[in-house]
């Protein structure tokens, strides 16, 4: 999805001031927001890669708008009443009117730590040999899906070379539309920065990690 989320060499947005001594979280609801993004993805009624394409889509103004957890909350409350486990109404004035969803999983709160320190596990058995080797030269697809993708604009149709493989992992791209897990072997590919931003970048190489679908041989 060619979104604004997929900023990444966008002008006009100023430079990146990281905070010093940021703090975990800015305010107490943001606690609670990641709180209750933990508990409702355990809730098996979707997976972590459909919870970032509702993130992505969500209308432009707003996605600049919002503060990071703003949009977590937004893209939870999409997901809720496209699901039907909540009403716009019951939303707005915080009182549940109708019985709760069968079906739905429940994770107590003294769970919700521990479920966020395991994290999703992504990772599967291997089907067929790898494609690519540390060191192979490759080059990304040139693609534009309309739904969710992990493979960023500014790096597609580009060179690169294998720095990395990490084995086999859930595909995003399919994930997230409610295709399976469809699992590929997933690299880190490394990227020099001038075939990315030209001649006049002051950057030396950009890594990212990119399934086997996203590249083809140089």
């Given at each position: 999805m060619n979104s604004l989320h997929d900023m990444g060499g966008t002008m006009n947005f100023g430079p990146v001031r990281p905070e010093v001594d940021e703090p975990i979280f800015h305010a107490d609801w943001e606690r609670k927001a990641l709180a209750l993004t933990v508990l409702m993805g355990a809730s098996g009624q979707w997976n972590i890669d459909q919870a970032r394409a509702a993130r992505e889509s969500l209308p432009p103004l707003r996605y600049l708008s919002n503060s990071y957890y703003q949009i977590w909350l937004d893209a939870l409350d999409r997901m809720m009443i496209e699901?039907?486990?909540?009403?716009?109404?019951?939303?707005?004035?915080?009182?549940?009117?109708?019985?709760?969803?069968?079906?739905?999983r429940r994770l107590q709160a003294e769970a919700v730590v521990p479920a966020l320190m395991r994290g999703s596990p992504s990772e599967r058995p291997a089907q067929a040999p790898a494609r690519f080797?540390?060191?192979?030269?490759?080059?990304?697809?040139?693609?534009?899906?309309?739904?969710?993708?992990?493979?960023?604009?500014?790096?597609?149709?580009?060179?690169?070379?294998?720095?990395?493989?990490h084995g086999v992992h859930v595909f995003p791209d399919t994930n997230g539309t409610g295709r399976g897990e469809q699992?590929?072997?997933?690299?880190?590919?490394?990227?020099?920065?001038?075939?990315?931003?030209g001649p006049d970048t002051t950057a030396s190489s950009v890594c990212v990690d990119c399934w086997e679908p996203y590249l083809k041989a140089a």
């Open positions: 699901r039907g486990l909540v009403t716009e109404d019951e939303l707005k004035t915080g009182t549940a009117v109708r019985p709760g969803v069968d079906g739905v080797a540390v060191g192979d030269a490759v080059r990304t697809l040139q693609m534009h899906p309309a739904t969710h993708t992990r493979l960023p604009r500014y790096v597609r149709d580009k060179p690169g070379i294998v720095t990395h493989c699992p590929h072997w997933l690299y880190t590919v490394q990227f020099e920065a001038r075939d990315l931003w």
